[in-house]
């Protein structure tokens, strides 16, 4: 029985501890400003079928970054466009 008492005090006693942390609201002590440059590019797929994207640059109290990242376009391709005037805008 003692046992089980000490269990479940204990039990308590990290609950509320979770729960006191967990409520508390936290904030910086002081706000900085956040200032970033970066330049990148992008490249189509062979087929099309999405973009390549990839990026590098420097960030305030990061340092250098650098982001690849890959777009896929799914489903049906639009349908192409053609034109429906000549140059000299009659049809």
Known sequence: MRTISQK???LLAALTLLLTIGLTPTSAAQLVPFKAK?????VFNADNSG??????????FLGAMTS???I???GPPPP???ASRSLNGRP
């Not at 970066?38 to 992008?42: C, D, I, K």
């Not at 390549?52 to 305030?60: F, H, W, Y």
């Open 8 to 10: 479940l005090v204990a």
């Open 38 to 42: 970066a330049a990148g590019s992008f």
């Open 72 to 74: 896929t376009f799914t």
């Open 80 to 82: 192409a466009r053609t």
């Open 51 to 60: 973009l390549q994207l990839t990026s590098a640059g420097n960030a305030s």
């Open 68 to 70: 690849r990242s890959e």
